[in-house]
Structure formats: C-alpha cells, structure tokens
C-alpha cells in the first residue's frame, strides 16, 4: 500500500506542478459535417501582448531564452495565449497564471514573493510547497514529499519510502522491501 501511495504521490507531484504552455488542435470524433472541417482546418493561435494589448505573432528565441515580437522584434514579457487563456511568462514560455502583478507604471511583473527567475532557473513557492526548474532538470518539494526528475528519469522520496523510475527500469524501496521492475516490452 505505502509502495503505490509513493508512486501515486510521484506522478500526481510532477503532473500538478508542471505548467507548461499547452497547445491543443480542434475536435475529434463525431461524423458532423462541421467537426469535420474543424478537424482539418488548423487553428492559428492568437496571442495577446499582456502591457499592451495588441495581438502580435510571436517566435521563441531558444539561445536567448525569450519570446519576441515578429514584426517588432522586441522582447514579449508577458503574453495570453486565447487558445487556452493562459498568461504565459516570455522568457522560458512558463504558465504564470495567477502569478503576476500589475506594477505602479502600468506593467506586469511576477509577484517576488511566490516567483523567482534567474538565467534559465524558475522558482516557485506555493505555502509549504516549492517547485525549481533549472534547466532540464525539475525539483518539487512539499507536503513531505520530494520529487526530482532530471533528463526523462524520476526519483520520488517521502516518510513511507523511494521510487525511482527509469526508461525501462522502476526501483521501489518501502522500509526493508525493495521491488524492481524491467520492462520486458522494451528491447534491450
């Protein structure tokens, strides 16, 4: 029991932080003339400068780790993307909902006290919970369980045990008890 509240804790842990920008496509299913066309017409996403209003088309600058404005070429601090009504932080392209703030000059900013950004590093704090990306690699502590995933393998601690998961391998510890588990479908 304690083995699958671990595992659970883990994957709930990593899904209900992680807030990335989320791109969706029209309907599916159905045989209705209309759902048809929707699904093959492809959806341009409309996005909203935050400070000013406008509607621009954005581009990422990956080396540069920022949003930029295609027509103007400056830096995006804050967009809404109308897909999905999400504020969307320019620079790393996080999911801030409900983590900004109106400054006395009319602009957004973070909110200090919940959001820290430096370089390539987000840090969030929620309560007793906090959440890091650095890089490639993402920290969750909280509610007595840590969670550390770092290139597509995950490690989950708390009080009942560990899990560790890998491409094809999970490693579970519960007291003295240890299980492993290889995934066979996988070739070798």
């Given at each position: 029991?304690?083995?699958?509240?671990?595992?659970?804790?883990?994957?709930?842990?990593?899904?209900?932080?992680?807030?990335?920008?989320?791109?969706?496509?029209?309907?599916?299913?159905?045989?209705?003339?209309?759902?048809?066309?929707?699904?093959?017409?492809?959806?341009?996403?409309?996005?909203?400068?935050?400070?000013?209003?406008e509607t621009i088309d954005i581009w990422y600058d990956a080396a540069g780790l920022r949003t930029l404005n295609k027509k103007t070429g400056a830096p995006v601090d804050?967009?809404?993307?109308?897909?999905?009504?999400d504020t969307v932080f320019g620079r790393g392209r996080f999911v801030v909902n409900g983590y900004v703030l109106k400054g006395d000059d009319g602009?957004?900013?973070?909110?200090?006290?919940?959001?820290?950004?430096?370089?390539?590093?987000?840090?969030?704090?929620?309560?007793?919970?906090?959440?890091?990306?650095?890089?490639?690699e993402i920290k969750i502590k909280g509610n007595g369980v840590k969670v550390?995933?770092?290139?597509?393998?995950?490690?989950?601690?708390s009080k009942d045990g560990k899990a560790k998961y890998e491409e094809d391998r999970i490693k579970i510890k519960d007291g003295d008890n240890t299980v492993k588990v290889k995934d066979s479908t996988k070739s070798q």
């Open positions: 029991m304690k083995t699958s509240f671990i595992y659970l804790a883990g994957v709930f842990a990593l899904s209900g932080f992680l807030m990335f920008e989320n791109v969706t496509t029209g309907k599916s299913g159905g045989i209705d003339l209309p759902e048809v066309v929707a699904d093959t017409v492809p959806n341009k996403t409309v996005y909203l400068d935050l400070n000013t209003g804050f967009y809404v993307n109308t897909s999905t009504n602009k957004w900013n973070l909110n200090d006290g919940k959001v820290k950004v430096d370089g390539d590093e987000l840090k969030v704090k929620v309560g007793d919970q906090k959440f890091k990306i650095d890089g490639d550390k995933s770092d290139g597509g393998d995950v490690k989950v601690k």
